[in-house]
């Protein structure tokens, strides 16, 4: 399995422009987070899904992010319009829901730089 | 609410010497515990957990983790330190009572191996 998938893996954009970052979990994972991770704040659930549905979106920080899961396969994070405060690491995971005790796998990451 | 501290910043350690890197909960319930490694410009890789069982819990690389319910720790230990080691580490847990299947993640803790 070629793991989770995170595309891209850099960008760079101006303040103001919209964002969108895109994750492929893994096969036949059917829970899938969003975090993000800075120096200052660690490392931080923004939401998750549950079978493509969004369970806790509680640590989204505003209404420009918004998170979609269409698929099973497919999920994208979207920040609209950016600040230079999104600037970070963003990072996507997956894991099986059926059980509590099941790890989550993480992708490689998408850092987003907002000038 | 459940909650993950790592009271150090930073554990120094010579190649060969054991190490270990401290970590507490506090969940609801009992707990599902788990340990993470992030090498610099890479996403997390699970390391190892502790579901029930045994209180020693082995996992990649050589590490083991000791689940003490007593003292609410799970300490990740390492016999002989290798350079290689040197890296940021995450401790996780999720309470058995916990509605979701979202994991709760200290703050980090960067392990520097020195030759």
């Known amino acids: 399995d070629a793991g989770v998938i995170q595309s891209p893996r850099h960008e760079v954009t101006e303040m103001g422009q919209e964002v969108t970052l895109r994750c492929k979990p893994i096969s036949g994972h059917n829970s899938l987070f969003w975090y993000r991770q800075t120096m200052m704040r660690g490392l931080e659930l923004l939401i998750y899904?549950?079978?493509?549905?969004?369970?806790?979106d509680s640590g989204m920080p505003e209404d420009r992010f918004s998170a979609k899961m269409p698929n099973a396969s497919f999920s994208t994070l979207k920040i609209q319009p950016s600040e230079p405060r999104d600037s970070a690491v963003y990072f996507c995971?997956?894991?099986?829901?059926?059980?509590?005790?099941?790890?989550?796998?993480f992708g490689p990451g998408t850092r987003l730089t907002v000038t | 609410a459940q909650s993950v501290a790592q009271p150090e910043d930073q554990v120094n350690v010579a190649e060969g010497n054991p190490l270990t890197v401290k970590c507490t909960y506090s969940v609801s319930g009992n707990p599902y515990l788990f340990w993470y490694v992030q090498y610099p410009n890479r996403g997390l890789q699970f390391l190892l957990k502790y579901i029930t069982g045994d209180n020693l819990v082995k996992g990649s690389y050589g590490f083991e983790a000791e689940f003490n319910k007593s003292q609410t720790s799970f300490h990740l230990k390492k016999p002989s330190a290798l350079v290689s080691d040197s890296a940021l580490y995450f401790c996780?847990?999720?309470?058995?009572?916990?509605?979701?299947?979202?994991?709760?993640f200290g703050g980090g803790t960067r392990l520097m191996v020195k030759p």
């Open positions: 899904f549950n079978n493509n549905v969004p369970i806790d």
């Open positions: 995971a997956s894991s099986l829901v059926a059980s509590k005790g099941e790890e989550q796998y």
């Open positions: 996780a847990v999720r309470g058995y009572n916990n509605a979701g299947n979202m994991l709760t």
